[in-house]
């Protein structure tokens, strides 16, 4: 499962609607004393629906940011509260004050995590179960959470301008890797079975916004991705490795080896060539997977090679990483306010936030350069390299350290420093709203995330409720090592099968039961 960014998002802002309502503007439209803002320039998009400034609120709707964050269409309040002006608005001589649009449904009383995928408890819906919304809206993104917004009749795959341009369940982005030039629907999932037409449930993807989804992958297609010339995919296509282990046909692109292709798609190259951060020519390291094709280890110099795409069978020559920079000497980047990060493609320069050695953090780049994201902590990057300087040598700048895959590239992390906003995980001593979770070497203050109870599953860190630990995936109630910890604290030797659990921090006082 790849954790992506998005390359383009048309961000969601509120606006103020100045100009009659049905929808166009007219310089003789004036708005009078106690008549809706957006009486003379109101759009379409009704009670829930996202809004921005190219989806306008339908007449006595103000878009404002809602519990989640996203930007959605509500009744004006304050001194605008039952405006009038709107067309049809206007009440029987004997009907009273009938202005002010009719509420939502009330959907207060779902439970929105009664899903086998759970969101925050602040989000207002769950797109993985349409749970939350009217039955007339959908559950999607929001700029920087989960709304409830309008329902389109685009599938997935299918172009889009936003959300409610797709079918129920979708949501609309394009994603770094991708080679068209705007968005499409993607699809929310939570495994393989909702996704049709072998389609994987595994774009796990991070936007800049801070939100998260998890949606059904690109369709896979049979075509050569060795081949310079036709490959089946018809004339100005050519066959090209998606970012999750699939074969696709795209219009053919046009850079050369070793140029970089980093943020173009991954049909920037040439013909024959595939992007790994750099344009570069692949190798079989799978024969029977790949007839016909150079095998890397005969074809390769000194038989060196590097396998990136397993289920393909398909790897590079050389064991440095492809890239655009270097991690042990971040004065390679162009930018000033970039670093040199890993990923599983090779180095790429991208622009930090400048957390330091110990901070919390999701991603590398939210570390300062030369550090990386290990273990939800900004830790020291280091060399596996047999014969590397003292300086950056894991053996010698390290007490602990991890490395990264393919585990050839030699680059590791120490995960050693202690996190610079410590608290007691047993008293949960942290400010609120934020809880406090064990992360690689102490325990650190974060923001909560879907709060998973106990079994459920968690891919990252502030995934589990406050008091539980995610462990290989699952979240699990941890246990004192403290034999005379006070009540409720669970005791590993009273609470474990046997007496039998392992260490998950002497500082902490923390273990888990075998």
Not at 152 to 175: H, Q, R, Y
Not at 370 to 384: I, K, R
Request: with cysteine.
């Amino acid at each position: 499962m790849k954790n992506l960014f998005v390359l383009s998002l048309a961000s969601l802002v509120a606006i103020i609607a100045l100009g009659c309502g049905g929808g166009g503007s007219s310089s003789s439209c004036t708005v009078e004393a106690g008549q809706c803002p957006n009486v003379c320039d109101a759009g379409t998009a009704q009670t829930g629906e996202l809004c921005s400034l190219d989806v306008r609120c339908a007449c006595g709707l103000a878009c404002k940011s809602n519990a989640g964050g996203a930007f959605v269409c509500q009744a004006y309040d304050g001194e605008n509260a039952g405006c009038t002006g709107c067309k049809g608005d206007e009440p029987p001589a004997d009907a009273g004050d009938t202005t002010t649009p009719p509420p939502p449904p009330d959907t207060s009383t779902v439970d929105i995590n009664n899903c086998d995928k759970k969101v925050p408890p602040s989000e207002v819906c769950n797109p993985y179960c349409q749970l939350g919304c009217p039955a007339d809206k959908q559950c999607t993104r929001g700029n920087f959470g989960f709304a409830c917004a309008g329902v389109g009749t685009t599938g997935i795959d299918g172009n889009c301008d936003i959300a409610s341009d797709c079918e129920t369940g979708m949501d609309c982005f394009k994603l770094q890797t991708e080679g068209q030039p705007g968005n499409t629907c993607k699809q929310f999932c939570i495994t393989d079975e909702d996704c049709d037409d072998e389609r994987k449930c595994d774009v796990n993807v991070n936007f800049q916004s801070g939100a998260k989804g998890l949606y059904c992958g690109p369709m896979p297609q049979e075509c050569n991705p060795f081949e310079a010339v036709e490959t089946g995919c018809g004339e100005g296509n050519a066959c090209y490795l998606g970012s999750n282990g699939i074969k696709q046909c795209k219009p053919a692109g046009t850079l050369l080896e070793s140029e970089v292709c980093q943020g173009q798609g991954s049909n920037a190259c040439a013909p024959g060539l595939q992007c790994f951060i750099q344009c570069l020519a692949i190798c079989a390291t799978d024969a029977a997977l790949n007839p016909g094709a150079p095998v890397c280890a005969t074809s390769c110099e000194n038989g060196e090679y590097i396998e990136l795409v397993a289920d393909l069978g398909v790897g590079i020559c050389g064991l440095e990483p492809p890239g655009m920079c270097d991690i042990f000497d971040q004065t390679t980047c162009p930018n000033a306010n970039e670093g040199c990060y890993f990923s599983p493609q090779g180095l790429l320069c991208k622009t930090h936030k400048g957390k330091v050695k110990g901070d919390n953090c999701d991603f590398a780049p939210d570390c300062e350069p030369g550090l990386t994201c290990a273990q939800d902590t900004c830790q020291e990057y280091c060399s596996l390299k047999p014969g590397a300087p003292e300086d950056i040598a894991c053996d010698t700048k390290c007490d602990a350290q991890v490395y990264y895959n393919p585990k050839e590239w030699n680059i590791g992390a120490c995960i050693d420093a202690e996190p610079t906003q410590p608290c007691d995980f047993w008293a949960q001593d942290c400010v609120a709203p934020q809880i406090c979770y064990m992360v690689g070497n102490g325990a650190t203050c974060k923001d909560p995330g879907p709060q998973t109870g106990e079994g459920g599953a968690c891919q990252y860190t502030n995934d589990c409720a406050q008091g539980l630990y995610c462990a290989s995936s699952v979240c699990i109630q941890p246990c004192s090592l403290d034999e005379l910890a006070a009540p409720p604290i669970p005791i590993c030797t009273e609470v474990c099968p046997n007496a039998q659990f392992d260490v998950i921090s002497f500082d902490n006082q923390l273990g888990k039961c075998k």
